[in-house]
């Protein structure tokens, strides 16, 4: 493995306040999916996001496809759960029990789905995939020519090195120092994997933060908030060079 899978610490965060400026449609098979458009409108340059556990519904989630959307892309962020999220926070919530129902075999589709609009109807020619915690995986699993183009992802899990050697664009890492899923010696093998590979990569790891920083940290922590500000630039300059580019 590269990580291991979603634990407590998956499911445990702060809701971020702001006011999402997308929209929700549908695509596929009744996929609820947010949409965020540039200024401009355009959908040429593309964001694919696959949300951590708790999904495109919350707030957070929405506000960072709305960040990216000002940054000059337009956002797709599918539901990948069908309606049955994790729930941040919530007492007493079995994330080992709620995983098994959310495997390849359900969000695979998903993502073929999300895709096939992106690069169909939608228009989209470059393609860059975002994916935090439970997305990561679904990313590297993508990051394939005529598919995703170039990769982010923070703090993954469930990612397994074969995912990770099969890559076949650049991908980004923001890491915690303090992880239980993405811990450092995972964190090394990632890297000697992707040497092996050959495509480019880059790996930051931000101090004084955990699992879940740039989706879901206490921004009112400084550290934290400068943590997640950055791993959010950071994911920006990444596709600027290689989707816009």
Known sequence: MASHPPGQCCIVGVKHEGQATGEMKTIGDNISTYFAYPKDKSTQ????????????????????????????????????????PA?????????????????????????????????????????GGVGYCFGAKYVARNLKAGRVDAGYIAHPSLLTLEELRAIEGPLSIAAAETDETFPPEMRHESEAALKDVGVAYQINLYSGVEHGFAARGDVSKRLVKFAKEQAFLQAVAWFDEWIKS
């Open 45 to 84: 340059n593309a964001i694919l996001i696959l949300t951590d556990g708790m999904g495109h519904g919350v707030i957070n989630s929405q506000l960072i496809a709305d960040q990216l959307a000002a940054n000059g892309y337009f956002v797709v962020m599918p539901d990948l759960f069908y309606g049955d």
């Open 87 to 127: 729930v941040m926070n919530a007492p007493g919530f079995d994330i080992y029990a709620w995983l098994p129902k959310h495997g390849p075999e359900t969000v695979d589709p998903v993502v073929e789905a999300a895709l096939k609009h992106m690069r169909g109807p939608l228009g989209c020619k470059s393609v």
